[in-house]
């Protein structure tokens, strides 16, 4: 029987960086989860506002550099402008650049 340090259920944004990082530290580690494809069927839109917007938002330009990277061909689309919707029907409308992303290609 194959023995791990490190079991990762779950193999969403958060549960594949684990275990990529657990992995790269030398660490033997298994990662599941319940579906035979990652990243297929997608479960939501993915997006993530750009390094530079980020950069506004939180006071640590070295973290975003350091643990924010966007792989090459996970960014589908670009944004510039973010919508909601209230409950209640009301659209608020303002600036926010980012990314939409491909979850197979970034999972």
């Known amino acids: 029987m194959e023995r791990f340090d490190v ?3 779950g ?19 298994l990662l599941v989860d319940r579906r035979e ?4 069927p997608v479960q939501c839109g993915e997006f993530v506002p750009t390094p530079t917007e980020l950069a ?4 640590a330009p070295d973290l975003i550099r350091e643990g924010y990277p966007i792989p090459p ?3 589908l689309r670009a944004t510039r402008t ?11 409308r303002f ?12 999972d």
């Open 11 to 29: 193999a969403g944004p958060a549960g594949t960086r684990a275990a990529s990082a657990s992995a790269q530290a030398g660490v033997r580690t």
């Open 82 to 92: 973010m919508v909601c919707v209230s409950p209640f029907g009301h659209r608020y």
């Open 56 to 59: 506004t938002l939180f006071p």
């Open 37 to 40: 494809e990652l990243g297929h």
């Open 95 to 106: 600036p926010l650049a980012g990314y939409t992303l491909s979850r197979r290609a970034f």
């Open 73 to 75: 061909g996970t960014a």
């Open 7 to 9: 079991l990762v259920v």
